[in-house]
């Protein structure tokens, strides 16, 4: 069985080329798992919109009614960093629903991947920092909700704090969520996770790595997790227009073999989601993305 990964043409909601969000590392990080092969018949499952029941776990019922009916208040519109017209919602709802699979798939097969997700700014009220509905805090709500988990781990370890998904879950005891990341990167004001450890610039692959591995036994010790949630954010990458940790290609390998290593080892079901990734250069950017599921292929 190879990776199961979780995937919809439109999670790409065509914004122009020079906009501030790479919306085209969607299907570039497609065309890149299909050259490695990774992306066949049996592999791909095809994302389907969330429905409002789920979306409203985990966000404000208003906000999610303005989301669905494209009347998001123009001030929060700008907290997120864009309009959201028919496709930009569409898209969020696709994405928080490839998220709600992908955990699905992880938890039959042991590892599943959605090559969107990790919209970890989108508060419970409302979105933020070009995320919309935050697809993490929703699946793991409705996981819990459903009852196919109990206790659930969120690993983010994009470059930027977890701000939305620490306010959505806080407080909830079968969740626990863990944030590593840019002490000077977005959000100025973060909100606190269960664990927070911020990074100074330029942290790089050796300092990093050692902080990362030192954390994940601590992690794993804390309860029996049903699931982890892996934000796998490549915007620690030393080229990221945003991130300020300097990690090189071989960091991020490195570093998706530890979080995935670790919690597979111990036979916990592992959900990934790409997380964030700003660069002009495209292709690479999908291919830094690319990294976690073909780190993830070696566990599936
Ligand atoms: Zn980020």
Request: glycine letters at 10%.
């Amino acid at each position: 069985m190879p990776l199961q990964i979780v995937h919809h043409p439109d999670y790409d909601a065509g914004f122009a080329v020079n906009h501030r969000f790479p919306m085209s590392k969607y299907p570039l990080l497609m065309d890149a798992l299909r050259a490695r092969g990774l992306a066949g018949p049996n592999a791909l499952n095809i994302a389907e919109p969330a429905p409002a029941s789920w979306l409203k776990l985990a966000h404000a019922a208003d906000y999610v009614d303005q989301v669905l009916a494209c009347t998001v208040p123009e001030k929060i519109e700008r907290e997120i960093g864009f309009p959201v017209g028919s496709r930009v919602s569409l898209r969020a709802q696709l994405a928080t629903g490839g998220t709600m699979l992908a955990a699905r798939l992880a938890l039959r097969h042991g590892i599943a991947c959605n090559t969107a997700g990790g919209s970890h700014h989108a508060r419970r009220a409302q979105g933020a920092g070009f995320c919309t509905f935050n697809d993490v805090a929703v699946a793991a709500l409705m996981l819990l909700a459903e009852g196919a988990a109990q206790k659930i781990l969120v690993v983010d370890l994009d470059v930027h704090q977890g701000d939305g998904t620490a306010d959505i879950l806080a407080g909830d005891p079968r969740a626990f969520t863990f944030s590593m990341h840019g002490d000077r990167n977005y959000p100025v004001h973060k909100i606190a996770s269960d664990l927070d450890i911020a990074l100074p610039d330029g942290t790089g692959d050796a300092a990093y790595l050692e902080r990362l591995g030192g954390i994940l036994p601590e992690l794993s010790a804390r309860a029996r997790w049903d699931i982890v949630f892996y934000n796998a954010g490549v915007d620690v990458h030393a080229e990221d227009r945003l991130g300020r940790l300097s990690l090189s290609d071989c960091g991020l390998r490195a570093r998706d073999e530890a979080v995935i290593g670790h919690f597979r080892a111990l036979g916990i079901p592992v959900c990934g989601v790409i997380g964030g990734g700003y660069s002009s250069d495209v292709s690479a950017l999908a291919a830094r993305h690319a990294i976690l599921f073909e780190v993830g292929s070696g566990y599936a």
